[in-house]
């Protein structure tokens, strides 16, 4: 569908640049404190100091001849989602510049073997950060996904006449309530994005009401992600160091939940002897800290970024490496998925799914309604209200492989039918794609 733009007042226009230009000018305001920010961040982790340069929109990486598409996805699992778009772009004959705003997700970027995809960390969202940044790279065409709304960035595309595209866009009935409280200023910066690919009606509409000009409704893209890769020999060893230990896994945790966790195996530990448990999670610098508090509490760990296999005995297996999800589903025929026992949102459950796994969830999957929503009433996903619950669930999906596979199943179909997304994403980008000229420099 395409929408009609959304008229407003000549009052509302004026008061929405208005509040644009004090955005503009909080950001020029804020920018020689972002050093400040920046080294705070990097102190806990949360930065690359040997990059800092990039989220300043600097970069010793010349801009390579051709074509370039800007694609920005704000963590791992966006970047993963975006993958299958990157290889239809760079079939296309673009090089493509990948930018993230986590270092966990840079880790996992830097592993990429196209030398046609750049990975760079996506600068502060300040009006000189963007300047040099789009200065340098100079896109024929930015796409960002899901709900990355910047308004420095839009503004600074529009005004060098970048076409911009939301794909996989959503937007949620609380995030939009909170823009429509300051209406004049959302419209003026959501009519700047010439298309959004909604991944729902209702996020259509949300985005229409901001005042976006033109929506398609072409899908997730989550749903047309590839299985997670897995190091055969690495998956072997571990299959071989497990035996026939009975095997569940908690992953992304977030902080909060690995003491949860911790306390559902205890709870599980006498009725499944030999009970493993394997932690992955969201963060894995935070592996010293998890590891800690959990010996705390008298179980015993081996560790996954010391090189060691869970050797009997072994009650946690503290997976706090990058890019290895795909091994750690692999072992357990059971997952819960973090951040959902906290009230953060959820995380992506969907390539555990692709991996025929059992699903558990907590109930704080507010983020994530439309991929949980099908699942949930498929029944290839079930949702505990707390560590009780979990430790129940699992329990029970424990001592039957037969419910084990069924669920496992039922979820591996969910995605399936969900597919889609990228043909008709392609197809809404056509017009874009085909109009950059090919010798553009």
């Given at each position: 569908?395409?929408?009609?733009?959304?008229r407003?007042?000549?009052?509302?226009?004026?008061?929405?640049?208005?509040?644009?230009?004090?955005?503009?000018?909080?950001g020029l305001?804020?920018?020689?404190?972002?050093?400040?920010?920046f080294?705070?961040?990097?102190?806990?982790?949360?930065?690359?100091p040997?990059?800092?340069?990039?989220?300043?929109?600097?970069?010793?990486?010349p801009r390579?001849?051709?074509?370039?598409?800007?694609?920005h996805?704000?963590?791992?699992?966006e970047?993963?989602?975006?993958?299958?778009?990157?290889?239809?772009?760079?079939?296309?004959g673009f090089?493509?510049?990948l930018?993230t705003?986590?270092?966990?997700?840079?880790?996992?970027a830097?592993?990429?073997?196209?030398q046609g995809?750049?990975?760079q960390f996506?600068?502060?969202?300040t009006?000189?950060?963007?300047?040099?940044?789009?200065r340098?790279?100079r896109?024929?065409?930015?796409?960002?996904?899901?709900s990355?709304?910047?308004?420095?960035?839009i503004?600074?595309?529009a005004?060098?006449?970048?076409?911009?595209?939301?794909?996989s866009?959503?937007?949620?009935?609380?995030?939009?309530?909170?823009?429509s409280?300051m209406l004049?200023?959302?419209?003026?910066?959501?009519?700047r994005i010439p298309?959004?690919?909604?991944?729902?009606?209702?996020?259509?509409a949300?985005l229409?009401?901001?005042?976006?000009?033109a929506?398609?409704?072409?899908?997730?893209?989550?749903f047309d992600?590839?299985?997670?890769?897995?190091?055969?020999?690495?998956?072997?060893?571990?299959r071989?160091?497990?035996?026939?230990?009975?095997v569940?896994?908690?992953?992304?945790?977030?902080?909060g939940?690995?003491?949860?966790v911790?306390?559902?195996?205890?709870?599980?530990?006498?009725?499944?002897?030999?009970?493993?448990?394997?932690?992955v999670p969201r963060?894995?610098?935070?592996?010293?800290?998890i590891?800690a508090?959990?010996?705390?509490?008298?179980l015993?760990?081996?560790?996954?970024?010391?090189g060691e296999?869970?050797?009997?005995?072994?009650?946690?297996y503290?997976?706090?490496?990058?890019?290895?999800?795909?091994?750690?589903h692999?072992l357990?025929p059971v997952?819960?998925?973090?951040?959902?026992?906290v009230?953060?949102g959820g995380?992506?459950p969907?390539?555990?799914?692709?991996?025929?796994?059992?699903?558990l969830?907590g109930p704080h999957?507010?983020n994530l309604?439309?991929?949980?929503?099908?699942?949930?009433?498929?029944q290839?996903a079930?949702?505990?209200?707390?560590?009780?619950?979990?430790a129940?669930?699992?329990?029970r999906?424990l001592?039957?492989?037969?419910l084990?596979?069924?669920r496992?199943?039922t979820?591996?179909?969910?995605?399936?039918?969900g597919?889609?997304?990228?043909?008709?994403?392609?197809?809404?980008?056509a017009?874009?794609l085909?109009a950059?000229?090919?010798a553009r420099?």
């Amino acid at each position: 569908m395409s929408e009609a733009p959304v008229r407003t007042s000549p009052a509302s226009r004026i008061a929405g640049t208005l509040l644009l230009g004090a955005y503009r000018a909080f950001g020029l305001a804020v920018t020689p404190l972002l050093p400040i920010l920046f080294a705070r961040r990097a102190a806990r982790g949360k930065e690359d100091p040997a990059r800092r340069g990039e989220r300043f929109g600097r970069t010793a990486n010349p801009r390579p001849a051709g074509r370039l598409a800007w694609l920005h996805a704000a963590s791992v699992g966006e970047m993963n989602a975006a993958q299958p778009l990157v290889r239809a772009l760079r079939a296309k004959g673009f090089t493509v510049l990948l930018t993230t705003g986590t270092v966990t997700s840079a880790r996992i970027a830097g592993g990429e073997s196209d030398q046609g995809v750049i990975h760079q960390f996506v600068p502060y969202d300040t009006p000189p950060n963007f300047a040099r940044f789009l200065r340098h790279w100079r896109p024929d065409l930015a796409i960002t996904l899901e709900s990355e709304i910047w308004p420095a960035m839009i503004a600074a595309l529009a005004a060098r006449r970048i076409p911009l595209v939301v794909a996989s866009a959503s937007m949620s009935e609380r995030t939009a309530r909170g823009w429509s409280r300051m209406l004049p200023m959302a419209r003026a910066v959501f009519s700047r994005i010439p298309l959004c690919l909604a991944q729902t009606a209702g996020d259509a509409a949300r985005l229409h009401h901001l005042g976006v000009p033109a929506i398609e409704i072409c899908g997730n893209l989550k749903f047309d992600g590839t299985t997670l890769p897995v190091n055969e020999d690495a998956l072997a060893a571990m299959r071989t160091s497990l035996a026939e230990r009975p095997v569940w896994l908690a992953a992304s945790t977030h902080e909060g939940e690995e003491l949860l966790v911790a306390r559902v195996h205890q709870t599980l530990a006498a009725d499944f002897p030999g009970l493993l448990t394997i932690v992955v999670p969201r963060h894995p610098e935070r592996g010293d800290a998890i590891a800690a508090s959990l010996a705390a509490r008298g179980l015993t760990l081996s560790r996954r970024s010391r090189g060691e296999l869970p050797v009997p005995g072994c009650d946690i297996y503290l997976g706090d490496t990058i890019g290895e999800m795909g091994l750690f589903h692999r072992l357990a025929p059971v997952a819960f998925i973090g951040k959902s026992l906290v009230p953060e949102g959820g995380q992506n459950p969907l390539e555990a799914a692709r991996l025929e796994t059992a699903i558990l969830t907590g109930p704080h999957v507010f983020n994530l309604q439309d991929i949980y929503r099908p699942l949930i009433a498929a029944q290839g996903a079930e949702v505990v209200e707390d560590a009780d619950a979990l430790a129940r669930a699992l329990a029970r999906l424990l001592s039957d492989p037969d419910l084990v596979r069924q669920r496992a199943a039922t979820a591996a179909s969910v995605v399936a039918a969900g597919s889609g997304a990228l043909a008709a994403s392609l197809n809404a980008l056509a017009p874009l794609l085909d109009a950059i000229p090919e010798a553009r420099k």
